[in-house]
């Protein structure tokens, strides 16, 4: 199943099935079975069905929805040698770490809402007919240390469109992980037909926006006193990136 591609069940009881691991992240499956109240055989053959179209995937009897985000990428640059790759559920802790640790630094209003976002749903990929959400993440001896995520409407209008985050923790700047995650969202993002990304900063956020600005992207508007920060109105800085 292509990321961007709406999923559509065959019954509805495959849809429940579906539905209720993609709220979830990661489920054992005698757990959906008696949630979705189905008998052993038939959730058998609609869950067999659903993996058959790409929908889910099982590991040791644990369910997940199964999307193909692609390769894990091996780069040394800077006495720093880091992995990235499709986040995963299992990343969850590390993602909230590793955003909590770059919105501790630097104002990044959009990132903090992520987090929450994902505390809220317990879940670091969503994918259903409204949204869908993807990470990838930037490792190290197995340590999340950066990522990048991309907000994917399913919305006909709004789905050349995506919006992207992208951090570092602070201890791995520095060393071109930032830019190599940048990177890897935006090729996703235009091999898969979007044609433009965007970023939203506040404008106190110097390093931020010299990062977007040297990586090509341009300012396409200024929301004047969108954000309020310390008691104080700060305007927001809309950056995108024409692919």
């Known amino acids: 199943m292509g990321v961007i591609e709406r999923p559509t069940f065959s019954s509805d009881a495959s849809r429940r099935i579906y539905e209720y691991v993609e709220r979830n992240g990661t489920v054992a499956r005698h757990k959906v079975m008696d949630v979705v109240s189905l008998p052993s055989a ?15 995937e099982e590991d040791g009897g644990t369910l997940q929805i199964a999307v ?6 091996e780069h040394e640059t800077n006495e720093r ?6 986040g995963r559920q299992s990343d969850f802790d590390g993602l909230i770490e590793t955003i909590r640790d770059v919105t501790a630094e630097e104002t990044y209003v959009v990132a903090e809402a992520i987090a929450e976002e994902l505390l809220y749903e317990d879940a670091v990929t969503r994918h259903n007919t409204v949204k869908s959400r993807m990470f990838f993440v930037a490792t190290i001896d197995g340590d999340v240390v950066g990522w990048t995520h991309l907000d994917l ?5 709004l789905r050349g469109t995506a919006q992207q985050t992208v951090g570092v923790r602070e201890a791995h700047q520095g060393h071109g992980i930032g830019s190599k995650l940048l990177q890897r969202g935006l090729e996703w993002a235009e091999a898969n037909g979007y044609r433009k990304v965007y970023n939203s900063v506040p404008i106190t956020n110097d390093r931020a926006l010299e990062f977007l600005t040297e990586h090509g992207w341009d300012t396409e508007a200024i929301r004047r006193n969108h954000y309020e920060i310390d008691g ?3 305007d927001e800085v809309m950056m995108a990136r024409e692919l």
């Open 232 to 234: 104080d109105p700060v």
């Open 68 to 73: 193909e985000f692609g390769a894990v990428a």
């Open 42 to 56: 038939e959730f058998e053959s609609h869950l067999e069905s659903l993996k058959a179209d790409g929908y889910l």
């Open 153 to 157: 409407p399913q919305v006909d209008q």
């Open 81 to 86: 040698t880091f992995v990235v790759r499709p």
